[in-house]
T-cell receptor
């Protein structure tokens, strides 16, 4: 167990709807990163939050947005869902924004199916 | 060209075999390389990281970097059924941060 918890574990949404995924980081961690992992692919970086500010973003459209709270938990919001958004969404926490040997710890993910 | 390329497999081996998992990367400036292991329906976990070139050993696992050919390898000795998982290589994203950019992963099956 990494101490990173995500909810919900599974959900089904309809194309065009909006979804919010939640993540509680490991105790003592102030940085949260979100990844999208399609079936048979590696995780793709969406964005990172450090002390409530966005600290880097991957190649994802603006309808993917996020938030980090004062307790360092985080939300990922996706608007106007598309079928290709069906994937495993992974949250990872770390202390600091990275560095040699600074390990990030992943949660077990939220499985999103868009129909 | 993707920053890191990896054969998806699956790779099926008998218990006790030596396993070789490989990735190629495109940016010769990278000096930090990571291997993650992902069990079915779980998040990835960091297995090993290496800095610069050469070998790094941790128990049955050895990570190797060949910078001249931009090739990274993970060797597993005396493979066990519990090693069955997807192995993801990762490099730091461009720009100097340590946010990992992952390959697509190689699925390994070790059968008894």
């Amino acid at each position: 167990e990494t101490g990173v918890t995500q909810s919900p574990t599974h959900l089904i949404k309809t194309r065009g709807q909006q979804v919010t995924l939640r993540c509680s980081s490991q105790s003592g961690h102030n940085t949260v990163s979100w990844y999208q992992q399609a079936l048979g692919q590696g995780p793709q970086f969406i964005f990172q939050y450090y002390r409530e500010e966005e600290n880097g973003r991957g190649n994802f459209p603006p309808r993917f947005s996020g938030l980090q709270f004062p307790n360092y938990s985080s939300e990922l919001n996706v608007n106007a869902l598309e079928l290709d958004d069906s994937a495993l969404y992974l949250c990872a926490s770390s202390f600091g924004t990275g560095g040699l040997g600074n390990t990030i710890y992943f949660g077990e993910g939220s499985w999103l199916t868009v129909v | 060209q993707k920053e890191v390329e990896q054969d998806p497999g699956p790779l099926s081996v008998p218990e006790g075999a030596i396993v070789s998992l490989n990735c190629t990367y495109s940016n010769s400036a990278f000096q930090y390389f990571m291997w993650y292991r992902q069990y079915s329906r779980k998040g990835p976990e960091l297995l090993m990281y290496t800095y610069s070139s050469g070998n790094k050993e941790d128990g049955r696992f050895t990570a190797q970097v060949d910078k001249s050919s931009k090739y990274i390898s993970l060797f597993i000795r005396d493979s066990q059924p519990s090693d069955s998982a997807t192995y993801l290589c990762a490099i730091p994203s461009s720009g100097g941060s340590y946010i990992p950019t992952f390959g697509r992963g190689t699925s390994l099956i070790v059968h008894p």
